[in-house]
């Protein structure tokens, strides 16, 4: 009979989405050699370069800018919370828009 529930992988992945780079961060200096983890780091660490960038650029754009990073912060929030629940069901799957990305990381 296969265990059910959550592993430590999943948690590593799960924690990558919830702390963002400082998440990423732990996930490459502790368990580097955990694929599932790993994985999810990098979904993770795109995410965070993309929502970053267009958060810089939005800044620079009068008025509209201004107006969009509400739109834009819950764009983060939304791709963060599919990340999260990827990881903890145990799926292997990128991120809509930012997974791409990721999976061009080879470290």
Do not use: C
Not at 32 to 51: C, E, G, P, T, W
Not at 62 to 90: C, D, K, Q, Y
Request: without cysteine; positive net charge.
């Amino acid at each position: 009979m296969a265990k059910k529930g959550i592993n430590e992988s999943q948690i590593w992945a799960f924690l990558a989405y919830l702390l963002s780079i400082i998440g990423f961060i732990l996930v490459f200096a502790l368990k580097k050699n955990d694929r599932f983890a790993m994985y999810h780091a990098k979904q993770s660490l795109a995410l965070f370069i993309v929502y970053i960038a267009g958060y810089i650029i939005l800044l620079f754009i009068p008025i509209i800018g201004w107006a969009v990073l509400t739109v834009w912060w819950i764009f983060g929030l939304v791709l963060a919370i599919i990340g999260m629940i990827n990881a903890l069901t145990g799926k292997q799957k990128p991120l809509p828009i930012t997974g791409k990305l990721a999976e061009k990381f080879t470290f």
